[in-house]
Every structure is written in C-alpha cells, then in structure tokens.
C-alpha cells in the first residue's frame, strides 16, 4: 500500500485523475471499477477536462460501478447511475458502462449476473474507491466475514445517516443495495483509494495501521499487491 498526503482535495483529484489517465492511455480498452459519493466528483471532472482537452479518448473504455441502490425508481436523480451519467458518462465517449440494477425482480440473479459480466470482461484493471466512515468500501459494511462477489447488502446506520444528506429526509434513504463484494474488489489489478476530509481520518488510520479484520473491511486492501491511496491533510490527520 503506497499513501499519498496532498494539500488540498484539489491536488488529491488532479492526482488521481492522472493515475487513472495513465491507465488509459497504457491501455486504451482498461477496464475501470468507478466509485460514486462527493469525494470521486473532482477526480471525474478533471477526467472530463482531459477528454474535452483531446488528452484522453474513453471510447474503448469499459466501466462497472461499485454498487447501486436498492429499489430506487428508474431515473431518480439519486441513483448512483444518474449520479454517473450527470458526473461522468454524459460527458466523455465511454465505451460502456454497468451498474448493478437495484430494480431487478430477482436481486440475487443480479448479483451473480453482475458477477460473470465483469469476468467476462476480463476484470478490472483499475478499481477506484473511498472509504466510509466506518471503513467500508462499496457497499460492504463492518461485520463477522468479508463478503465474497456481488451481493445483497443492508445499508448500517451510520451509512444512511452519511447519504441522508442527498435526501429530502433520512426516511427517503434506501436501506438496502447491491455492492460488488470485498472478493471483486480484490481482484482488481489495481486499486486507488481516495479519501478527504477529517470525517475520514479515523477509519483512512484504522486502515493503514490496525488489524485486518471484516469490522473495518477496507482493511483488507492491504493484502493486495497493488493499492495506492490519496489524502489530503485532513484525512491523513491521525496517521
């Protein structure tokens, strides 16, 4: 695990966006694993700006997101595919792109859909991260085991209270999603975690310096041989 302190979270996106344009232009059909939350939004729009610049061409590019919610109507501005597309896709040549859908009559058949999709794909080469306050990734929340593929998760309540803020009220969060598992998470190629900001600070330092354990999952990105991380001061306060 490589760790990164930047200044400012401005620094921390232009960084990241510059590992993640490597990656593309090492190999212009890349397989990204894409996270959403506020703190990827400055990293896509620097992406943008090196697309729109001619730096970067996404056309060959294929993408799959993390997670998604859980029974959300189709279109809702909150939905982590309309967070995408306004964020991201509706403004670069993206080759494709999937998400899990939250919609799906039979959820478990979705996980494991989701699950062949990205083997089939060949796996992700790039899979980009934050951090929950609580050391979760995706959508895997602190527990007895680590989670294994795709899978049906329950939202903890520090989570819901984090997302309500994107709500008219904490009732109108979804309690459930569907997440890519700790197990794809690690077999991805590579992985960048970002996180910013002093609500971070604890779980980015139970990360790096305490027990692997599934009650902080992000702790196991530690076993993986290829994990860079980018903070900014504040995140990195307690290291």
């Given at each position: 695990m490589v760790v990164h302190v930047f200044d400012t979270p401005a620094q921390v996106a232009q960084a990241a966006a510059a590992v993640i344009a490597a990656q593309i232009l090492q190999k212009p059909d890349s397989v990204l694993g894409l996270a959403t939350g506020s703190t990827p939004m400055d990293t896509y729009r620097e992406l943008i700006s090196l697309h729109r610049g001619g730096v970067l061409d996404f056309s060959r590019v294929k993408s799959y997101n993390l997670d998604e919610y859980v029974g959300l109507p189709?279109?809702?501005?909150?939905?982590?595919?309309?967070?995408?597309?306004?964020?991201?896709?509706?403004?670069?040549?993206?080759?494709?792109?999937?998400?899990?859908?939250?919609?799906?009559?039979?959820?478990?058949?979705?996980?494991?859909s989701y699950e062949?999709?990205?083997?089939?794909?060949?796996?992700?080469?790039?899979?980009?991260?934050?951090?929950?306050?609580?050391?979760?990734?995706?959508?895997?929340?602190?527990?007895?085991?680590?989670?294994?593929?795709?899978?049906?998760?329950?939202?903890?309540?520090?989570?819901?209270d984090a997302n309500k803020r994107f709500f008219d009220s904490i009732d109108q969060v979804p309690r459930q999603a569907l997440s890519m598992g700790i197990g794809t998470i690690m077999e991805a190629r590579s992985i960048l975690l970002l996180a910013l900001g002093e609500a971070k600070a604890q779980a980015v330092y139970q990360m790096i310096r305490g027990p692997i354990t599934p009650r902080l999952p992000a702790s196991i990105l530690r076993s993986h041989a290829r994990v860079t991380v980018m903070l900014d001061k504040a995140a990195a306060a307690r290291l």
């Open positions: 189709d279109g809702h501005p909150e939905s982590y595919v309309s967070f995408m597309k306004r964020n991201l896709f509706d403004h670069i040549n993206i080759g494709s792109y999937s998400l899990p859908d939250g919609r799906a009559r039979d959820l478990q058949r979705e996980c494991e062949q999709a990205i083997k089939d794909d060949g796996g992700i080469d790039m899979q980009l991260l934050g951090i929950g306050n609580n050391g979760h990734i995706g959508f895997n929340e602190p527990g007895e085991a680590f989670t294994y593929s795709t899978n049906l998760t329950t939202l903890a309540q520090s989570t819901i």
